[in-house]
């Protein structure tokens, strides 16, 4: 892709993809929290898409956004109103520490990486992909699948009042 039309994309999805990633980390609200990640891995889909890979934009809007944030949401509007925000923790100055750290060992790795472009087709396409994830990866996403439809039940079941139970429980 060249002109200036990916460029300006590039650095409006940046914007939006690091502004809604920090309100993630600030926001005290769980529900506004997980309404900045949904727009935080829409951005990613959206880099995806400036790459040239269709398939990974679509299984990131349909995986992330579609499956996890929408369990995660779920969870959170399932369970009882008591622990929906977002308090101070003693973790904060270790979060902070660990947070600079991180920050110091990305900048060293992109200043001493190699970032010369590759030319070379990586032989993979969407077809072998999607062999591949029906054949050998198969057991993998069957047992995601099973965990998360294990977590939705369980966000159910705490979000259950007493009354509800002592329904279930008569009839």
Same mark, same amino acid.
């Given at each position: 892709?060249?002109?200036?039309? *990916?460029?300006?994309? =590039?650095?409006?999805?940046?914007?939006?993809?690091?502004?809604?990633?920090?309100?993630?980390?600030?926001?005290?609200?769980?529900?506004? !929290?997980?309404?900045?990640?949904?727009?935080? =891995?829409?951005?990613?889909?959206? =880099?995806?898409?400036?790459?040239?890979?269709?398939?990974?934009?679509?299984?990131?809007?349909?995986?992330?956004?579609?499956?996890?944030?929408?369990?995660?949401?779920?969870?959170?509007?399932?369970? *009882?109103?008591?622990?929906?925000?977002?308090?101070?923790?003693?973790?904060?100055?270790?979060?902070?520490?660990?947070?600079?750290?991180?920050?110091?060992?990305?900048?060293?790795?992109?200043?001493?990486?190699?970032?010369?472009?590759?030319?070379?087709?990586?032989?993979?396409?969407?077809?072998?992909?999607?062999?591949?994830?029906?054949?050998?990866?198969?057991?993998?996403?069957?047992? !995601?699948?099973?965990?998360?439809?294990?977590?939705?039940?369980?966000?159910?079941?705490? !979000?259950?009042?007493?009354?509800?139970?002592?329904?279930? !429980?008569?009839?």
């Amino acid at each position: 892709m060249d002109g200036a039309g *990916p460029t300006i994309a =590039f650095w409006i999805l940046s914007a939006v993809t690091l502004v809604a990633a920090g309100g993630v980390m600030v926001s005290r609200n769980l529900l506004h !929290a997980v309404l900045f990640l949904i727009l935080t =891995f829409v951005g990613v889909a959206g =880099f995806f898409v400036l790459l040239s890979a269709d398939f990974l934009a679509m299984a990131q809007v349909i995986i992330y956004v579609g499956a996890i944030a929408v369990l995660v949401l779920f969870a959170i509007l399932l369970t *009882p109103r008591a622990g929906r925000d977002n308090g101070e923790t003693k973790m904060l100055l270790p979060g902070l520490l660990l947070s600079v750290c991180l920050a110091a060992v990305f900048l060293f790795v992109i200043q001493d990486a190699n970032w010369s472009e590759v030319s070379a087709d990586p032989g993979l396409g969407a077809a072998q992909l999607g062999e591949a994830l029906l054949t050998t990866w198969v057991l993998p996403f069957e047992i !995601a699948s099973v965990l998360l439809t294990a977590a939705l039940v369980g966000a159910i079941m705490l !979000a259950r009042s007493p009354q509800e139970e002592a329904e279930d !429980a008569l009839a």
